[in-house]
């Protein structure tokens, strides 16, 4: 199965707002309510940040927020801080067969 | 504390089997599904597979199945990948997870995502 498609970078400056997009299709972004981003720092292990599409697991800043449109799914960073700059990942449920499925990544960096 | 603790790196020649670890700690190990993320030098993340501790039961990425073994034993709280030949491409950074997540033989009733992580098992597989 293809990964859902990201921005390879963005950035932002401190204060500002970037959304990072994860284009899948019909089969998964689309059809299921079952994306999660995760945030993952140089030689890190990943840390979950958004779940279900919209929800925050406890401890996570509510400057991030998490929407879908059809067939992509987006990651918004507001009031962006210097410890935001990391690499991140959607993953979406894409069916019983595949299960599910991350995207490329996207390094974002704090100017 | 909830806690998934990895087995160390390994080194090893291709051909060659190799079994690595997940230890949960702090939760009851049988009831979450633990799995496997696949990470080569400087690239993404790959969805490997899970198992459900409780029952043993197990799902496969497509892109990995028939190549790698995902096991659990409940009695001792831990999860294990294993490869029966590596070959070069297996290196990697390997990481468990538990996965909050309902999942049914052919549907997911709730996906909370990969909530807590080891913290990654460095594998590489060199002649």
């Known amino acids: 199965q293809s990964a859902l498609t990201q921005p390879a970078s963005v950035s932002g400056s401190p204060g500002q707002s970037i959304t990072i997009s994860c284009t899948g299709t019909?089969?998964?972004?689309?059809?299921?309510?079952?994306v999660s981003w995760y945030q993952q720092h140089p030689g890190k292990a990943p840390k979950l940040m958004i779940y279900e599409v919209t929800k925050r697991p406890s401890g996570v800043s509510n400057r991030f927020s998490g929407s879908t449109s059809g067939n992509t799914a987006s990651l918004t960073i507001s009031g962006l801080q210097a410890e935001d700059e990391a690499d991140y990942y959607c993953c979406s449920y894409a069916g019983s067969n595949s299960l599910w499925v991350f995207g490329g990544g996207t390094k974002l960096t704090v100017l | 504390e909830v806690q998934l603790v990895q087995s160390g790196a390994e080194v090893k020649k291709p051909g060659e089997s190799l079994e690595i670890s997940c230890k949960g700690s702090?939760?009851?190990?049988?009831?979450?599904?633990i799995g496997w993320v696949r990470q080569m030098p400087g690239k993404g993340l790959e969805w490997m597979g899970i198992?459900?501790?409780?029952?043993?039961?197990?799902k496969y990425s497509p892109s990995f199945e028939g190549q790698v073994t995902i096991s659990a034993d409940k009695s001792i709280t831990t999860a294990y990948l294993q490869w029966s030949s590596l070959k070069a491409s297996d290196t990697a950074v390997y990481y468990c997870?538990?996965?909050?997540?309902?999942?049914?033989?052919?549907?997911?009733?709730?996906?909370?995502?990969?909530?807590?992580w080891g913290q990654g098992t460095t594998v590489t597989v060199t002649s």
């Open positions: 198992i459900y501790p409780g029952d043993s039961d197990t």
């Open positions: 997870a538990r996965y909050v997540a309902g999942i049914l033989p052919v549907s997911v009733t709730h996906d909370y995502g990969m909530d807590v």
């Open positions: 702090g939760y009851s190990f049988s009831s979450y599904w």
């Open positions: 019909s089969s998964d972004v689309g059809n299921y309510k079952f």
